[in-house]
């Protein structure tokens, strides 16, 4: 749950034939299938995967987590493509009202070589 509410200074994307994987400047990597692929369990820390799906142009993934809630994260590139949006819904068994978390990060050209 930290790592949730711990956002990153920066993410490199990368997308893929029916999967997209992210990975933060704390070096920990997720990947969203959106194929019928099954996620595999990883006792990694740094690393996991997640069932997803494109609803439009949002990347969404709907999870369950070890303390008993679920949650709902999605990924959307700003109409402009300067930023790019990661937003969690977060129900929990304790509170009645979801845990609504928006992170916004600038888009960077990236360096040619």
Do not use: C
Request: net charge negative.
């Amino acid at each position: 749950m930290r790592d949730l509410i711990r956002p990153a200074d920066s993410l490199t994307i990368a997308l893929k034939e029916a999967e997209v994987d992210l990975t933060d400047d704390h070096s920990h990597k997720l990947v969203f299938y959106t194929d019928a692929r099954k996620p595999k369990e990883s006792k990694d820390e740094t690393y996991r995967e997640f069932a997803a799906h494109w609803d439009g142009n949002h990347l969404v993934s709907d999870e369950k987590y070890p303390q008993g809630g679920k949650m709902s994260r999605s990924f959307e590139l700003s109409a402009d493509g300067t930023q790019f949006y990661e937003i969690l819904h977060i129900d929990t068994i304790r509170s009645k009202e979801p845990v609504v978390l928006r992170y916004v990060y600038d888009a960077v050209a990236q360096e040619k070589p």
